[in-house]
């Protein structure tokens, strides 16, 4: 890696034939990110993964009586717009940064280096599957949740506004720091184990299915550095009535300090994304390759 | 096949070293492969080629030397580049849920001037798996999708990382057909590596034996084995019955004065021609037991220079 190289361009100038336009990525990237959308609905066992969170959200709802503490609202409301901000918060920092570990090992991410264009389409892909994916579970569960147990929807043009605005900068918060993840996690396998542990104490300290001011205040203010608490205070904004804001731990919705720490990490993701994606893509090599796969088959994991 | 001396060579490589840390693990390597040329750089593991190969790639940043590609120095080659470089990996598992032919067509969106992906498969004898989906593809099939993936872009340059290694005889006798025909028909340059002697005889048109970091020999697979003959081997058992054996460059001289000298017949007299092979394992066991004399070194400068 090191050391000095003696010359780099060398001589006879010209010999490279001029090369035809070259095309965008954009193109490449939304035919690769229709095909693996098309992939993942035609995969049953990836798509119950997806819909089980649904499905568990509704189970919850359906079970709990109650109203959340000093409020008229009903706490299925308060679970349903915390399982919305959740299922946002996973596909971001859970389920992208598999993918991407996933196939940096197998392979995909130096095919697509040694290919014209193919990181920029790649990564093209990759929002698109993560946002269809983040928006279309969303729209789901809102939608069964409204049809089924009588779920929370935004009320007027606010409500869905803020809806709108914090689902995508919830969005921006997760995902390219999920990329940042994907990109420096050794292997799928320690990936799961890795991933598995924070993405849960965040579940349940960020007040996503429980008020939050049920938990110790040291607790609270740890949650408050991450995203999630915000995706989720920002969500119960927009899907339960003004009233319930008696329930949160400053008496209001803090819209403003939702939108500023969700652009902090949506910042921070893009700063760490941009390098650790570049990098992990330029130490692709078909040694590195072989040398993974090597080693997963010593550590027992079965390659195919 | 070293005639292509008015061409600009589509690989060239002066002095190319590297090394981790204070391992030196390539010394000085010299190489000149031109356009249309099927090359094998061969050798045991650990010699070096996949350090080497992925230099010329552009995956690697060497310590020292100088290396062109395709008229460019790999390390800056852009996508344009990229465009006309091929890559057949062994260790590829990509894209397993894909179609067949359905990742082949999303490949060739990539480039400017891509193959027909239906002529493609057809070529690589994958027709009547165009709608499997890739993790269900043998072992074989899916390394000539892996082909076909390599030359849908039509590069003019395509690597082949141990090719054939766990092919069935057959597959590996129609991979061998499949690459002779990119080389000769489309004047695609291959760069292969292998640890396999007798498939790099069987596909190359020059053969360069990297072993220790440094290129022991090069030449056509016919110049090698004629070098590798030149120092033939007489053994003999002497009148007091030890067994001697002779490396001469001329048996028949040797004969004749063991005739001439003996009484009567001589008795176990054999000439032995060393075979491409035995000159391979002779260099490869030479460098394991140290000593790394750079003795066929020149090979290759005779080769760069005819």
């Known amino acids: ?304 | 096949m070293t005639s292509h001396t008015t061409a600009r060579p589509v690989i060239q490589a002066r002095g190319l070293t590297m090394s981790y840390g204070d391992v030196d693990v390539l010394h000085g390597i010299d190489l000149d492969i031109h356009r249309g040329e099927v090359f094998a750089l061969l050798g045991p593991n650990g010699a070096g080629k996949t350090t080497t190969v992925e230099i010329l790639e552009g995956f690697r940043r060497r310590s020292a030397g100088e290396v062109s590609v395709l008229g460019a120095d790999p390390e800056r080659g852009d996508d344009a580049w990229r465009g006309r470089i091929g890559l057949v990996l062994q260790s590829w598992r990509d894209h397993r849920r894909w179609r067949v032919a359905e990742l082949l067509t999303h490949f060739a969106t990539y480039y400017p001037d891509p193959r027909d992906p239906a002529e493609l498969l057809a070529l690589v004898g994958l027709t009547g798996q165009a709608g499997r989906q890739v993790d269900r593809l043998s072992g074989g099939q899916r390394r000539r999708l892996d082909v076909a993936l390599g030359i849908v872009g039509r590069p003019e340059l395509l690597f082949l990382d141990e090719p054939t290694t766990g092919f069935d005889p057959e597959a590996r006798h129609e991979f061998h057909v499949l690459v002779g025909r990119l080389a000769r028909d489309e004047g695609v340059t291959v760069l292969l590596t292998t640890h396999d002697l007798v498939e790099a005889e069987r596909l190359a048109d020059r053969i360069a034996m990297l072993v220790g970091g440094r290129i022991r020999a090069c030449g056509t697979p016919a110049e090698l084995a004629r070098r590798a003959a030149a120092q033939a081997e007489v053994r003999w058992t002497a009148d007091d019955g030890t067994p001697r054996r002779e490396r001469t460059a001329d048996p028949s001289r040797l004969v004749w004065e063991l005739h001439r000298d003996a009484t009567g017949p001589i008795a176990d007299l054999e000439v032995r021609r060393p075979t491409l092979e035995d000159t391979y394992l002779h260099m490869v066991h030479r460098e394991d037991g140290g000593t790394g004399g750079d003795v066929d070194g020149d090979g290759d400068r005779e080769a760069q220079a005819a």
């Open chain 1, 1 to 304: 890696m090191r050391g000095t190289r003696m010359t780099n361009e060398n001589g006879t100038p010209g010999s490279r034939p001029p090369h035809p336009t070259r095309r965008l990525p954009w193109r490449a990237g939304l035919l690769r990110g229709g095909i693996e959308l098309r992939h993942l609905l035609r995969n049953p066992k990836e798509l119950s993964g997806h819909l089980s969170n649904v499905a568990a959200a509704l189970a919850v709802a359906a079970f709990l009586g109650d109203d959340v503490p000093g409020t008229e609202t009903p706490m299925a409301h308060l679970v349903i717009a915390g399982f919305a901000a959740y299922l946002l918060f996973q596909v971001g920092l859970f389920n992208l940064p598999q993918i991407l570990v996933t196939e940096r090992e197998e392979g995909a991410l130096l095919r697509l280096r040694a290919t014209p264009g193919g990181i920029p389409a790649y990564l093209v892909a990759k929002s698109l599957l993560v946002v269809v994916v983040a928006v279309g579970t969303l729209v789901l569960l809102l939608g069964a949740a409204a049809l089924l147990v009588d779920g929370p929807l935004p009320r007027g043009a606010g409500g869905w506004l803020t809806l709108l605005w914090v689902t995508t900068l919830g969005l921006l918060a997760v995902v390219p720091l999920g990329a940042a993840i994907g990109a420096v996690l050794p292997n799928p396998r320690e990936a799961l184990a890795l991933l598995m542990l924070p993405v849960m104490a965040l579940l349940v300290t960020s007040g996503a299915v429980f008020p939050i001011t049920s938990l110790p205040v040291p607790v609270q203010q740890a949650a408050s550095v991450f995203p999630l608490k915000w995706m989720a205070q920002g969500l119960r904004s927009a899907l339960l009535p003004d009233a319930a804001r008696a329930a949160e731990p400053a008496g209001s919705w803090e819209l403003p300090m939702v939108a500023l720490v969700l652009t902090a990490w949506a910042v921070l993701g893009f700063l760490l994304a941009v390098p650790l994606l570049r990098r992990a893509a330029r130490r692709e090599s078909g040694s590195r390759l072989s040398a993974r796969h090597e080693k997963a088959e010593r550590s027992g994991a079965a390659p195919a």
